[in-house]
């Protein structure tokens, strides 16, 4: 397993390296609706590696990450529709907290953003609990922009890091550092699940 992960690692840069530009933003966009922390690590490695500038990788990682969590708002919004699920939940009960997410909205992204665990709850919540899209977009892009820009710059110089000390490349230091800071989230999901 150990031999095949560099082989891994050089294949999967072989096939970025000949994907152009474009290619590469579409697979950065697609990657953070699955897993956000490697597709920021691995744009940062494709700025390194001179891929990607630092305006199409922040482009990319900032759509995906908002689409993302506009998808999570429509999801709640879809929820509401379903009557059971209204009930379930109590939507009358909830209606008094609409009012309350609605004026604190931008807030209420701003920490859902920056907590790790809080997104779902938050922007499904903001959408169930029928927050107007209006105020609601823009909070997201509110927090996407800033958050993304600093995340980026912080895995850049992180995994500049990791070239400079180790003398690794710009990928295998992106998996690297994206691999990390999702055994983190792994761990500290399953230290809350335990509490």
Same mark, same amino acid.
Do not use: C
């Given at each position: ?6 082989? @891994? ?5 072989? #096939?970025?390296?000949?994907? !152009? ?5 579409? $697979? /950065?966009? &697609? +990657? ?19 891929? @990607? ?5 922040? #482009?990319?990682?900032?759509? !995906? ?5 506009? $998808? /999570?708002? &429509? +999801? ?120």
């Amino acid at each position: 397993m150990a031999s095949s992960l560099p082989t @891994l690692v050089s294949g999967l840069w072989q #096939v970025l390296e000949h994907a !152009g530009p474009t290619a590469m933003m579409i $697979g /950065l966009v &697609g +990657l953070t609706l699955l897993l956000e922390e490697v597709a920021v690590a691995l744009g940062a490695g494709l700025i390194l590696s001179g891929a @990607l500038s630092p305006a199409q990788a922040f #482009v990319a990682l900032s759509f !995906g990450i908002a689409v993302g969590d506009l $998808g /999570l708002y &429509g +999801l709640g919004s879809l929820a509401r529709r379903i009557k059971a699920l209204r009930h379930r939940l109590g939507i009358e009960r909830a209606e008094r907290w609409r009012g309350a997410l609605h004026r604190r909205i931008v807030p209420a992204v701003l920490l859902a953003r920056m907590v790790p665990g809080l997104r779902l709850p938050t922007y499904s919540g903001a959408g169930f609990l029928n927050v107007p899209f209006n105020a609601f977009a823009p909070a997201v892009l509110l927090s996407v922009l800033p958050w993304t820009a600093l995340l980026l710059f912080a895995g850049h110089t992180l995994i500049g890091w990791f070239e400079r000390q180790f003398g690794m490349s710009p990928l295998a230091g992106a998996l690297g550092l994206g691999g990390l800071v999702f055994a983190v989230s792994l761990i500290a999901g399953h230290l809350r699940a335990r509490n």
